[in-house]
Nanobody
Framework: QVQLVESGGGLVQAGGSLRLSCAAS????????IGWFRQAPGKEREGVSC????????YYADSVKGRFTISRDNAKNTVYLQMNSLKPEDTAVYYC?????????????????????WGQGTQVAVSS
């Protein structure tokens, strides 16, 4: 059974940092694209970043480029989202998602939003 569990959310002041984790079970992240999405109250879901296992390429939304870094630890079957210089507008529920084949869902130039497997989300709140 494919399962994704996010953790690491919390309340932080503007300018602070958080590291989100997405732990996978039931499948190996080695062969999947992993995406991070977020949804703020009253707003549509937004793709934040993704990483592809096929060539390790990554994609970042313009709103987080230069502040967020996605990485993966295949030994721990976990993907991370390091978030620095956080802003109040980063406040949202953050979700990770996975799908295969990786190249179809994520590359350096595109990031699909119709991933098939999703976690339950973790809340990030940034105070001003």
């Amino acid at each position: 059974q494919v399962q994704l569990v996010e953790s690491g959310g919390g309340l932080v002041q503007a300018g602070g940092s958080l590291r989100l984790s997405c732990a996978a079970s039931g499948f190996s992240l080695d062969y999947y694209a992993i995406g991070w999405f977020r949804q703020a109250p009253g707003k549509e879901r937004e793709g934040v970043s993704c990483i592809s296992s096929s060539d390790g390429s990554t994609y970042y939304a313009d709103s987080v480029k230069g502040r967020f870094t996605i990485s993966r630890d295949n030994a721990k079957n976990t993907v991370y989202l390091q978030m620095n210089s956080l802003k109040p507008e980063d406040t949202a529920v953050y979700y990770c998602a996975a799908d295969y084949p990786p190249g179809l869902y994520c590359s350096g130039t595109y990031f699909r939003d119709d991933f098939g497997s999703w976690g339950q989300g973790t809340q990030v709140a940034v105070s001003s």
